[in-house]
Antibody
Framework: EVQLVDSGGGLVQPGGSLRLSCAGA????????MSWVRQAPGKGLERVST???????LYADSVKGRFTISRDTSTNTLYLQMDSLRAEDTALYYC?????????????WGQGTLVTVSS | EIVMTQSPATLSVSPGERATLSCRAS??????LAWYQQKPGQAPRLLIY???TRATGVPARFSGSGSGVDFTLSISSLQPEDFAVYHC?????????FGQGTKVEI
């Protein structure tokens, strides 16, 4: 059974940094694309960043240059380093595993970790 | 970027009735469309991909249809556990994009 556990969220001031983690189990991490998808309060879903099975990093325009996605395949952990945070980055952040052979069909999800950017 | 528009924003139905949700894309997707269900306080759950293929474990009362720009998610005979928000998502072009969601309520 696939399990994804998100952590690392919290309250941070504008301009600050935070690193999110997603611990995966039940699958071979390097075989799948992994993404971070966020949901601002009362809003829809937004894909923030993806790391492909081959390790290529892809970003939404809204976070390009500020966020960095990475993974540690030895520990099955996905990361999202978030720098220069803004109020509009406030959201619940989910990690999501893609379906086999795809980048963007989000087959399994973590429980989410809340990021609040406020002074 | 492709823009996804869902309608209606809220759908009020009674248990046992049929619900029909719509999703429209700003350009053709072929059948590269997925549907997700999200209950309060929970992460989204994949229901449908390829516009009409049910994900593992999804009950047969959920069905998807459509191609090109217009898509439909139908839920026959709504069960109490089906009251939730439903999101459509295109994965035809990069970046993937979601609609704003349809809330199915009693």
């Amino acid at each position: 059974e696939v399990q994804l556990v998100d952590s690392g969220g919290g309250l941070v001031q504008p301009g600050g940094s935070l690193r999110l983690s997603c611990a995966g189990a039940g699958f071979t991490f390097s075989d799948y694309a992994m993404s971070w998808v966020r949901q601002a309060p009362g809003k829809g879903l937004e894909r923030v960043s993806t790391i492909t099975d081959t390790g290529r990093a892809l970003y939404a325009d809204s976070v390009k240059g500020r966020f960095t996605i990475s993974r540690d395949t030895s520990t099955n952990t996905l990361y999202l380093q978030m720098d220069s945070l803004r109020a509009e980055d406030t959201a619940l952040y989910y990690c999501a595993k893609a379906a086999t052979g795809t980048y963007s069909i989000f087959e399994d999800w973590g429980q989410g970790t809340l990021v609040t950017v406020s002074s | 970027e492709i823009v996804m528009t869902q309608s209606p924003a809220t759908l009020s139905v009674s248990p046992g009735e049929r619900a029909t949700l719509s999703c429209r894309a700003s350009q053709s997707l072929s059948t590269n469309l997925a549907w997700y269900q999200q209950k309060p306080g929970q992460a989204p759950r994949l229901l449908i991909y390829g516009a009409s293929t049910r994900a593992t474990g999804v009950p047969a009362r959920f069905s998807g249809s459509g191609s090109g720009v217009d898509f439909t998610l139908s839920i026959s005979s709504l069960q109490p556990e089906d009251f939730a928000v439903y999101h459509c998502q295109q994965y035809s072009n990069w970046p993937p994009a979601f609609g704003q969601g349809t809330k199915v309520e009693i």
